[in-house]
């Protein structure tokens, strides 16, 4: 009873998608899908921000870019099939700064590579025909940009695999893997295979099967505001600012939620623990390690510039309405309440890399999804293929 063919740890979207697309390849496989929490879709996925991402933003051949072009059309076929609401509404990509005109035709360019179509180049006064209220030198529209609630995409990838047979196990916790051997608080299984999709716990899941793993999850918390439902009106759909190309983050924006409502944020800011999702949210011992991490040392050393002005965000609201006023001016700190936070699952190596790419690590008897934050909500199922493609043969 206890025996699997494989062994997924970890019940958010990428694990989920990863079982759907090896029940899916190969029917009859039998699957277990542990998650510790008593939910889910309880972390990244579930404090997602709702973005369906075109695949604009990733170097062309990328694993992002090939799953997220791949994924964007699985997902939208997805939630057809499914009747999950969604909606393409497309974005815009703002330059404010005369710094940032090269770089947003760095980023035209680079979708272009990666296969968009449709992409419009926007001068100033042309902005305003997609969002009356924002400002800038120029812009991208980004027409494959949409919304959607991952959650209820997740918890759909859930219901189907339940329907093929596998089994899902909520509220239990992996300890150890040896081998073919998985360990739980609550018992003790056996897969030929075992996908770790553990996300915020994704490292410390892989140092189970990797030996001297050169990568630590790093948390990073993205704090976002909503708008009062009377400004709701200054946002038609999603606006952006050119990202720092140097910095794995997006910058604050604001976006449409397919729940409702307006969001603004997030800021990018160091969690003191994996799951901090307040300030207040302190385990001194996940804060010691990522602390101690050579690589991060090395990136805090580089960016201690970009950092500090994130934090100085998190704890000021003035600071977070001025960065927002880039891009609308007519945003008063008083249109603001606060919102809800997310924990980005970032990988950084020894050397001092921000993981760019998503990360598949392979040991004898392990695949470890490593680093997989955004886009990979929108990638899942074709992060989930990909897994497949390597999992299968070890199954025959």
Known sequence: ??????IVVGGGIIGLATALQLQRSRPGTRILVIEKEDRLARHQTGNNSGVIHSGIYYKPGSLKARN???????????????????????????????HERPLLNNLYERGIQNGLTG????????????????????????????????????????????????EIRLGERVLSIKNR?????KGTYTANLVVNCAGLYSDKVAAMTVPDLNVRI????????KLRPEKEHLVKNLIYPVPDPNFPFLGVHFTRMAKGGVEAGPNAVLAFRR????????????????????????????????????????????AFTRALQKLIPEIQSSDLVEGGAGVRAQACD??????????????DH??????????AATSSLAIGETVAGIALPRLS
């Open 218 to 225: 790093i948390p990073f918390r993205g704090e976002y505001y």
């Open 366 to 375: 392990a695949i470890n999804v490593c680093n997989a934050p955004s886009p």
């Open 1 to 6: 009873m206890n025996s699997f063919d494989a």
């Open 275 to 318: 799951e901090g999702y307040k300030k207040s949210d302190i385990h001194l011992g996940e804060l010691g390690e990522s602390l101690a991490w050579p690589g991060f040392q090395k990136v805090a050393k580089k960016y201690w510039r970009t950092g500090f002005g994130e934090m100085y965000r998190s704890f000021s609201k003035a």
């Open 68 to 98: 997220c072009i791949r994924g964007y059309q699985l997902l939208v076929e997805f939630c057809r099939e499914q009747g999950i609401p969604f909606e393409l509404c497309g974005k815009i990509v703002v330059a404010t700064e005369e």
């Open 181 to 185: 051997e998985v360990n739980t608080d």
């Open 119 to 166: 992409l419009k180049r926007l001068k100033k006064e042309e902005l305003k025909e997609y969002e009356p209220h924002v400002a800038g030198l120029e812009g991208i529209f980004v027409p494959q940009t949409g919304i959607v609630d991952y959650t209820r995409v997740a918890e759909k990838y859930g219901a189907l695999l339940l329907d093929a047979g596998t």
């Open 350 to 363: 020894r050397e001092g890399g921000l993981v760019d790419d998503f990360l598949i690590l392979e040991s």
